[in-house]
């Protein structure tokens, strides 16, 4: 019976990219394009409105390391703080930009449900939250359609504040 032999470095050579083994250092080199992405740090606040009543809310902070050309200078880190209304408001923009690209159809899954029963700013339920945004966003920003093309999700991760 043959013994199975590996490819020689001359074999090998002549092997195209995709079929070619790599070098230690071409594994552990950084990829040619990657976008990681991370919803962490919840933090409550409570805003004074116009009628000196006191209104609380969450907001969460996106931390985004890329080297797409989309997203500007390479690599960077980009850090932002969001609202769950920001959230939904840029689901519904993503929705739109997406209806109106010459694209295939993207689906885009559901946020994590709005907490109506029970107290919302408790950590447990803050956590949960923030664990359901966290999966969300890396699922709308690690589909390879909405990474190369969709200037909705590139104005979510850099603007300061979101106008859609």
């Known amino acids: 019976m043959k013994q ?28 040619e394009n990657f976008l990681e992405i991370e919803v962490i740090n919840p933090r ?22 890329t080297n797409l050309p989309s997203f500007g200078t ?32 993207v689906a885009i899954s559901s946020l994590p449900g709005k907490i109506i029963l029970g107290n919302r700013f408790s950590d447990d339920l803050i956590e949960e939250r923030r664990k359901g945004l966290n999966k969300w966003l890396q699922n709308v920003a690690g589909h390879p359609l909405l990474q190369s093309s969709s200037h909705v999700l590139v104005r979510f991760i850099k603007e300061p504040k979101f106008m859609g």
């Open 4 to 31: 199975f032999q590996s490819f020689g470095a001359a074999e090998n050579a002549m092997l195209p990219n995709k079929h070619r083994r790599q070098q230690p250092t071409e594994m552990y080199a950084e990829p």
């Open 44 to 65: 409550t606040h409570r805003a004074s409105t116009l009628s000196n009543s006191s209104e609380m809310f969450t907001d969460y902070e996106i931390v985004c390391r």
């Open 74 to 105: 390479h690599p960077s880190v980009i850090k932002t703080r969001r609202r769950y209304s920001d959230f939904e408001f840029f689901k519904k923009c993503l929705i739109k930009e997406i209806a109106l690209a010459n694209h295939p159809p």
